[in-house]
């Protein structure tokens, strides 16, 4: 009987994975209503100078930015299900997960690209008030780190 409730207890993943998945395409469809709103606005106004182009440029990399978040959220709640529900969901080979290395594996690489976008947002918005080069230094080094992290998983699948 202990067995049965232990095997049975995988399903309370089914918890997380659908947080993730309501989290996800929340963020997506409001970050879709954003940027809506700010073209209206754009149109509505129609002004065109450079500090309006600026501004817009770096409110589109901030919604990139969301928009990775929310594909990380999406990737982990279709990783979990995949791994403790249905390892039968049909899913591309590039998202395909057998253990939570792998899982771990893809939400750094979105990890990265969050953080490479998060500082071209700021290289963008750069106004000579803040240590960008402090920031960039700070954002490479963990770069480094998770890249270190991601060749090293994959040095020890090979063996």
Do not use: C
């Not at 065109?48 to 600026?54: G, T």
């Not at 500082?119 to 490479?140: N, P, S």
């Amino acid at each position: 009987m202990l067995r049965r409730i232990l095997a049975s207890s995988r399903y309370l993943v089914l918890i997380a994975v659908v947080g993730t998945f309501v989290g996800a395409i929340t963020l997506l469809v409001y970050e879709a209503m954003v940027i809506a709103n700010v073209v209206m606005d754009l149109i509505r106004e129609g002004s065109a100078s450079p500090k309006d182009a600026k501004s817009l440029a770096v409110g589109l990399i901030q919604a990139v930015d969301v928009f990775l978040i929310a594909i990380a959220a999406y990737i982990i709640s279709l990783s979990l299900y995949a791994l403790f529900v249905d390892d039968t969901l049909p899913l591309p080979r590039w998202l395909q997960v057998h253990d939570l290395e792998d899982l771990k594996a893809n939400v750094v690489s979105v990890v990265i690209a969050v953080l490479a976008v998060l500082f071209l947002a700021e290289a963008v918005g750069w106004d000579d008030t803040r240590d960008i080069l402090g920031f960039g230094a700070a954002l490479a080094l963990v770069i480094v780190a998770l890249t270190f992290f991601l060749m090293s998983k994959k040095g020890k699948s090979k063996d």
